[in-house]
């Protein structure tokens, strides 16, 4: 699933390519994919121009000129690719935005959407997220602050949405490892210095990650050579068996709470 990186990736690349652009067509082969009849999501997002690109957490948020906004997640499997029909990838496209000559693919939507919903709306539906955690404002004493009566594992604590914005299983992984703490490790148990190396890890390996370009495998557009560059920098992460990139180590792989986790067990504690 795309998580903060990738989505932030998507973003910046998107708002280079659809800003102020017109979407003048529309189709939908899912209609699962979106939250209202197919007339009433043309009535409002047809001929409507792209004002911003914005993301929260792991959502991507596309505001209108009328004020509507179209959320979208791209959960397990989602991706998106922006082309000429000419260059349309052979797979099934779920959802259709058009600019003119140039298309917006949202493919592998089966348990991803792309949502309707007022500025109000959707103030409601991200109120419960949790802080952004490449936010300029995001120092090390809220992090503190947020951390003080956490009780749970590490690994459990990060994938919790309404503690932090946009980690998910794979960048979990890659925090801990950074910070050298064991993923079944209790919040509450952590010492000082373990603190600040969760913080300093989880900015580290977030806005690494971002400049590489996550790890989608598609790229969004003919030529881009930003999307996916992470993928072959990952740390730990889906790295079973393998050389341990700090200490040799072989690295290993447990199951927490129905994800597979990923670990050196010799230099995380």
């Not at 509507?68 to 259709?96: E, I």
């Not at 956490?150 to 604590?157: E, S």
């Not at 977030?206 to 992470?230: C, H, K, R």
């Not at 068996?241 to 597979?260: F, G, M, Y």
């Amino acid at each position: 699933m795309p998580e903060l990186p990738e989505m932030e990736t998507y973003k910046l690349l998107l708002q280079q390519k659809i800003l102020d652009q017109t979407i003048t067509d529309i189709v939908i082969n899912r209609k699962k994919s979106i939250n209202v009849s197919l007339e009433y999501f043309k009535d409002h997002v047809l001929h409507q121009k792209i004002k911003n690109v914005e993301r929260r957490g792991k959502y991507l948020i596309f505001r209108l000129q009328n004020g509507s906004c179209l959320l979208l997640h791209l959960m397990l499997g989602g991706w998106m690719f922006y082309g000429q029909a000419d260059n349309k990838p052979n797979r099934t496209v779920q959802v259709q935005l058009s600019f003119g000559d140039h298309h917006l693919y949202f493919i592998g939507l089966r348990l991803g959407y792309l949502h309707l919903l007022s500025a109000e709306k959707l103030k409601e539906e991200i109120q419960d997220i949790g802080p952004e955690p490449i936010d300029k404002n995001f120092s090390l004493d809220v992090f503190l602050e947020i951390i003080k009566n956490r009780r749970g594992t590490m690994k459990t604590t990060l994938l919790n949405q309404r503690f932090l914005a946009g980690i998910g299983n794979r960048y979990s992984d890659e925090i801990l490892w950074n910070a050298q703490l064991l993923p079944e490790r209790k919040m509450n148990g952590l010492k000082e210095g373990d603190k600040v190396r969760l913080y300093e890890s989880i900015k580290f390996i977030l806005e690494q990650a971002i400049q590489s370009g996550g790890y989608m495998d598609e790229p969004l557009f003919q030529g881009d050579s930003q999307t996916g560059g992470y993928k072959n920098k990952m740390y730990v992460h889906d790295q079973e068996r393998k050389p341990c990139k700090r200490c040799r180590s072989p690295i290993l792989k447990v199951e927490i709470s129905a994800r597979n986790t990923f670990y050196c067990g010799n230099c995380q504690h």
